[in-house]
Structure formats: C-alpha cells, structure tokens
C-alpha cells in the first residue's frame, strides 16, 4: 500500500471516528430530552391528580399516628426499626401505582415517541425523588410524634434519602415486572420482599449511627454495598425493561 494510500485510510478512519461520536452524542442528547420530558409528564399528572399523592401522606400520617398511640415514645433501637419498616411499606404503595396506571394504549403512544431505556430510567428517577420528599416526611412526623432520639440528625437525613432511593429503585423494577404481568401490586410485594430484606437491614445497621457517638465497624462499606445495589438494578431495568416492553 502507498504511502498516500495509507493517507487517505487512516484520515477515513478518523472521519469515521469522529462521526461516530458525534451521533452517539447526538443520540445521548435525545435521550436526555426524552427522559426530561417523561419526568415533566409524571410530574404534571401527580399535580393533576393530587389525590393520589394526598393518599400517600396520608397513609404515611395515619401509619405513624397508629404506631404513636401504640408505643408512644419507643427506645432507639425500636424507633429505629419501625422507621425503616414504614419506609419499606410507604414505598410498596407509593412505587405501585407508577406502571400500574399505565394502560395499553399509552404504553404504545410511549413506545412511538421515546424508547424503553428512557422511559425506565425516568420511572425511577421520579420514584426516587418521590420516596426521597416521604422519607423526609416520615422523619419529620416520626419525630414530632415519637420522639426525637437522634444525636446525628443530619447524618440520619443522608440514610434516609438514600434508604429512599435504594427501597424506590428496587420497586420500581419490580412493578414494571408486575405490570407487564398483568399481577398487580400482590405480585411485586411477592417478588419485593425477599429482595429488600437484606437491603433494611444493611439500612437499619447503617443508621444506628446517628442514635450515638459510636464507631460503627465498616460504614464505608455499607453505604458504598447500597450505592452498588442502585447501580445494579439501574444496570438490570435498562438491560432487561426492553424485553418486557416489546412484550
């Protein structure tokens, strides 16, 4: 091969090169608008439909409001379990509506004007964010009402936003299953529990730190162990989502 020859491959190649990041630039810039827009979309009908959100507080309200009369000012350890044990139930009925709402007819006007990766991954971010502001609102009433042991509230503000995160991710995968199976919420709850175990308990554990000045042994690896289940069922929606999508 001559020398210009070579020239000329190597400057196709790097045409190519450049070419090809700059669509998948332009494709992760699409992406991006699509999930935007989801996200206003679940946004727009939670402020629509304000009932449903209404409902949640309230059942969040009226949860600890039982647990206040039946305990009143219960012990650290105890607050503490019962906190995350409300958590994880706020979660089941706040995550189930998210797909369940969702009929056929919308999921195939969604399927033309957004893929399934973009519409996963902005029911999950909405989820988050919604299991985030109850989580802040369930620490706000369990401290009202039963009593504020903490020594390190900041630091259980953190727990709880990324307890909330963790328990909405996982749920939220889980009802995309149930819905494309036609189960309803019993089947996530099923599917859920057996999952999330470990995942309460590695939180209970992890925020037993804010109730005293004690060292925990291997904080660091808690809290990154749950940054890391996140990202796994992050990695599995995207990856397996598509399938029941097509379904």
């Known amino acids: 091969m001559s020398r210009g020859a070579g020239y000329v491959l190597i400057r196709n190649e790097k045409l190519l090169r450049s070419f090809s990041l700059f669509l998948n630039y332009f494709r992760a810039i699409k992406s991006l608008h699509h999930i935007i827009a989801l996200l206003k979309k679940d946004l727009l009908l939670e402020i629509r439909q304000q009932y449903t959100f209404y409902g949640i507080l309230l059942y969040v309200a009226s949860t600890i409001f039982v647990l206040y009369l039946a305990m009143n000012q219960p012990e650290e350890n105890v607050w503490n379990g019962l906190f995350w044990m409300t958590q994880l139930f706020v979660c089941v009925n706040a995550v189930a ?19 399934a990766r973009d519409f996963i991954l902005a029911k999950l971010l909405f989820n988050a964010v919604l299991m ?11 401290q009202l009402l039963m009593g504020n042991p903490l020594q390190h509230p900041f630091k259980f503000v953190g727990y709880a936003c990324l307890g909330g995160c963790s328990l909405s991710l996982v749920f ?75 379904d």
């Open 97 to 115: 509506k998210s797909f369940l709402q969702e009929n056929a007819g919308r999921m195939l006007y969604f399927y033309t004007i957004a893929g």
């Open 132 to 142: 985030v502001v109850m989580s802040l609102v369930s620490l706000l009433l369990f």
């Open 172 to 246: 939220t995968f889980l009802a995309a299953i149930a819905a494309r199976a036609r189960q309803g919420a019993a089947l996530m709850a099923i599917m859920g529990f057996p999952l999330i175990i470990p995942q309460v308990l590695l939180l209970m554990r992890m925020s037993n730190t804010a109730f005293a000045d004690v060292i925990q042994a291997g904080l660091l690896q808690i809290i990154l162990l749950l940054v890391a289940l996140d990202i796994l069922v992050m990695v599995l929606a995207v990856i397996l989502f598509p399938f029941l999508w097509k």
